[in-house]
């Protein structure tokens, strides 16, 4: 967990350092921080509810995905154009 939050850390000092976006750089992260989330939530939830927290888990993923893509990927697609 701590590789991770320092990779997001340095991934985020990094992406500020450009007028442009560097959101390709949050994808790999993503990936690391849901298996160690769902590991840790395994221990976590109940086994009857471990299907909705898989769910709510792969939900979350999806919405972060759209968020980046919405916010930091597609408003800068007219600058690469130029």
Do not use: C, K
Not at 21 to 42: H, K
């Amino acid at each position: 967990m701590v590789a991770v939050v320092a990779a997001y850390i340095a991934v985020v000092q990094f992406g500020t350092d450009f007028a442009l976006t560097q959101a390709r750089y949050y994808f790999p992260i993503v990936n690391a921080f849901a298996i160690l989330t769902l590991v840790g939530l395994r221990t976590l939830i109940p086994r009857s509810m471990r299907p909705i927290g898989a769910g709510l888990v792969v939900f979350g993923l999806v919405f972060m995905n759209l968020i980046i893509y919405t916010r930091y990927v597609i408003p800068y697609w007219h600058v690469l154009e130029a």
